[in-house]
């Protein structure tokens, strides 16, 4: 068989109106309980939707795979991925973390990224949990290997995210803005203005009685309830009507340290019907659509 015969076995075409948009599985609403996290030996917990959205690999989203890390009182457990983006956030307790860069400190409520993470080691002063997401089957996808980072690591204390909020506050409340929060940056990934060069988060705040009116995106968003009373949830749907509000929505709670998936190109706004202020941690595919101009971030703007 020649090259050009044995070539011609892999081609494939299609139809162009029938075939421009490919039936994939969609992306679920989809909510990983902290109760996964709360009891058991020391491990990592994938939350893995990779049989709901069809990758051979472990995934959350197409882009990234969220995961739990449970550690033991003076225990340690080593995570790694083929990634170049990793972002952490301390959902309780306090510990260290070794790297190649040195050892990190951390407490509940302290963020941290890494790149190009050949495996850090995570040891636990008292019982802890960590959320721990990934850009990994993005590479997964491709069929790449980081080769030098993009950024340097970064560590926001709980200190700097409230003190941030606190500069904030007063105006965002007046102004009922849409979302009221801080973006996470790094100086590699400024002109983006994201955590990483793919990676989006943002520290947001929902008032006690507020409501943050619905927007969407063409990112996932797994969303990290970082502290909410009962009666604090987020709405979700495909549509709106003309008064703003989401059509036949599904509901999803905020519940401390528990993730839930907002799919892409959904409306989703955000309800605190109880008497505090809740906490919310999404990190997203975002850095990677707002360089391909692809976001499409759209603002409820009655």
């Not at 075939?19 to 030996?41: C, V």
């Not at 790297?99 to 400190?105: A, I, N």
């Amino acid at each position: 068989m020649s090259v050009n015969e044995k070539w011609q076995e892999q081609v494939l075409s299609w139809e162009y109106g029938s075939s421009a948009k490919p039936d994939l599985a969609d992306i679920p609403i989809q909510a990983f309980p902290a109760q996964l996290h709360e009891e058991g030996e020391t491990r990592v917990i994938e939350l893995d939707l990779s049989e709901v959205i069809g990758t051979p690999y472990p995934a959350t989203s197409p882009n990234l795979l969220a995961n739990y890390i449970r550690i033991q009182k003076n225990d340690r457990i080593q995570s790694a991925a083929n990634a170049t983006s990793e972002v952490f956030f301390v959902m309780r307790g306090m510990g260290h973390t070794e790297t190649e860069q040195g050892t990190l400190e951390w407490k509940q409520g302290d963020a941290f990224t890494l790149p190009l993470n050949k495996g850090v080691i995570h040891h636990a002063d008292e019982e802890a949990a960590i959320c721990w997401v990934h850009d990994a089957p993005m590479l997964n996808y491709v069929g790449a290997v980081p080769s030098k980072p993009r950024f340097q690591p970064a560590f926001y204390s709980k200190a700097y995210l409230d003190g941030e909020i606190e500069r904030i506050r007063e105006v965002g409340i007046r102004e009922n803005r849409n979302r009221n929060g801080i973006i996470l940056g790094n100086p590699a990934s400024e002109k983006t203005r994201t955590i990483t060069h793919s990676m989006w988060s943002l520290y947001n705040f929902l008032p006690k009685g507020a409501i943050q009116k619905a927007h969407r995106h063409n990112s996932v968003a797994i969303d990290l309830a970082v502290y909410a009373k009962p009666d604090v949830y987020t709405l979700i749907g495909q549509e709106i009507d003309t008064q703003g509000n989401i059509i036949n929505p599904v509901k999803a709670m905020w519940k401390t340290n528990t993730v839930f998936v907002t799919p892409p190109g959904l409306w989703h706004a955000h309800y605190n019907e109880s008497d505090e202020e809740a906490y919310v941690f999404p990190i997203q595919d975002a850095g990677l659509q707002i360089y391909m101009r692809t976001l499409d971030i759209q603002f409820l703007r009655n």
